[in-house]
């Protein structure tokens, strides 16, 4: 049942972002426009969540036992609201620590929350990092707010 809601909840973040993203403006310049990106990721989320709606709606059919949510189905109130507070602290703190700092430190404290231990925690953290940065600032020339580090 938590995949087929999940899987679902996918699908239509994914056409909401298609939709969204055609008033983007045009790249002067460019064969494509600000929207390809967010386009490209959304048609990712929509086959994602399909292929997750449909496998669990097999499995489902398959099983004859009632459908509950389970136990452990909605987190703490800590679990819930840290990534929305995670958002508030990046836009607060990306200026004053840069972008690639604060995405760190962001990406950090929500894998421990995750139950993640903290070695692997700090190498998924700086990889993601780098290759956002890299990715975002370098390749598609988005301004990212530089931090005292000088990245």
Do not use: W
Request: glycine share 10%; net charge positive; proline share 6%.
């Amino acid at each position: 049942m938590k995949d087929l809601v999940f899987g679902m909840t996918f699908v239509a973040l994914g056409i909401a972002v298609i939709i969204l993203a055609q008033d983007f403006p045009a790249v002067p310049g460019m064969q494509y426009g600000a929207d390809l990106f967010p386009t490209l990721i959304a048609i990712g989320m929509i086959g994602a969540g399909s292929v997750l709606s449909f496998t669990a709606l097999g499995q489902i059919r398959q099983s004859s036992v009632a459908i509950r949510l389970p136990s452990g189905f909605l987190r703490s109130t800590l679990g819930v609201a840290l990534p929305c507070l995670m958002v508030v602290v990046y836009i607060l703190f990306n200026e004053t620590l840069g972008a690639a700092l604060t995405m760190l430190l962001i990406m950090l404290v929500l894998l421990v929350q995750q139950g993640v231990r903290i070695l692997p925690a700090v190498a998924i953290s700086v990889a993601a990092t780098a290759v956002i940065s890299l990715s975002f600032g370098h390749l598609l020339k988005v301004p990212l707010p530089v931090g005292p580090l000088g990245f």
